[in-house]
C-alpha cells in the first residue's frame, strides 16, 4: 500500500518569513495530493490540493509543488501569519481511494 | 450549506454503555467517511460509505458499527468500548467515489472511554 513521509515533524518560523514542508510518496500510481490544516480542538480543512497533471498550483499566499519523478510534494507558505500555526498533514491517493496521511508538521508562527 | 456538522462535541462513557455519534452534511455529497484520531497522529480510515452503501470497512472492531440512514446522514453505534478508544472521530464527506474528489471534514467529536 501507499506510504507517505513528512518532514519536518515541526517548524517553528518567524512572522512573515516563509515555511515549507515536504512529502515524499511511495506509490507511483498515485495522482491525487491534498493539504490540510488542523488547529487545536478543530477537524482536518482541505487548504489546496494537486492533482498528478500539474506540476505545481498556487492559492494566494499557499502553494504546493509535485515532483511525480522524485515522487515528492511540497507545500509553501509565504508571509507567514500567526494564525498559520496549527498542524498540517499531506495526504496521498490514487482517485478517490482511500487518503494515506502523511505524520503531520506543527507549524508555529512567532510574532 | 458548505459544512459536515457533528454532534455530540463531546462524549463521555462506561465500558458498559451503549451510545451513537451523528454526522450530517447538505452538500448532495454520495461518499462518507469516518476517521479515528489519536492524539498527534493523522487521522486513520475506518469505513467508507458510497450511495449509502458499506464499501469499505478497514478491519474495525465490532463494538463499532456504523449506518447510513440517508443520503445526508452518517451515525457510528458504540458498544462495549474499551480505554483506548479514546479519541477524537472524525465524519467526512466527499462528492462520490468517481475519480477525484476532496475530502471535507467536521469538527469531530471528542470521545473519553472510562
Known amino acids: 500500500g501507499e506510504n507517505v513521509e513528512q518532514h519536518p515533524s515541526t517548524l517553528s518560523v518567524q512572522e512573515g518569513d516563509s515555511a515549507v514542508i515536504k512529502c515524499t510518496y511511495s506509490?507511483?500510481?498515485?495522482?491525487?495530493f491534498p493539504w490540510y490544516k488542523q488547529e487545536l480542538g478543530k477537524g482536518p480543512q482541505l487548504i489546496i490540493d494537486?492533482?498528478?497533471?500539474?506540476g505545481e498550483k498556487k492559492d494566494q499566499r499557499i502553494a504546493v509543488t509535485l515532483n511525480k519523478t522524485a515522487k515528492h510534494f511540497s507545500l509553501h507558505i509565504t508571509e507567514t501569519q500567526p494564525e498559520d500555526s496549527a498542524v498540517y498533514f499531506c495526504a496521498a491517493s490514487f482517485g478517490n481511494e482511500k487518503l494515506t496521511f502523511g505524520t503531520g508538521t506543527r507549524l508555529t508562527i512567532i510574532p | 450549506d458548505t459544512e459536515v456538522t457533528q454532534t455530540p462535541k463531546h462524549l463521555v462513557m462506561g465500558m458498559t454503555n451503549k451510545k451513537s455519534l451523528k454526522c450530517e452534511q447538505h452538500?448532495?455529497?454520495?461518499?462518507m467517511y469516518w476517521y479515528k484520531q489519536k492524539a498527534k497522529k493523522p487521522p486513520e480510515l475506518m469505513f467508507v460509505y458510497s450511495y449509502e452503501k458499506l464499501s469499505i470497512n478497514e478491519s474495525v472492531p465490532s463494538r463499532f458499527s456504523p449506518e447510513c440512514p440517508n443520503s445526508s446522514l452518517l451515525n457510528l453505534h458504540l458498544h462495549a468500548l474499551q480505554p483506548e478508544d479514546s479519541a477524537l472521530y472524525l465524519c467526512?464527506?466527499?462528492?462520490?467515489?468517481?475519480?477525484?474528489?476532496?475530502?471535507?471534514f467536521g469538527p469531530g467529536t471528542r470521545l473519553t472511554v472510562l
Open positions: 467526512a464527506s466527499s462528492q462520490d467515489r468517481i475519480g477525484i474528489r476532496e475530502q471535507f
Open positions: 506509490d507511483s500510481a498515485s495522482n491525487y
Open positions: 494537486i492533482r498528478s497533471n500539474v
Open positions: 452538500m448532495g455529497h454520495r461518499a
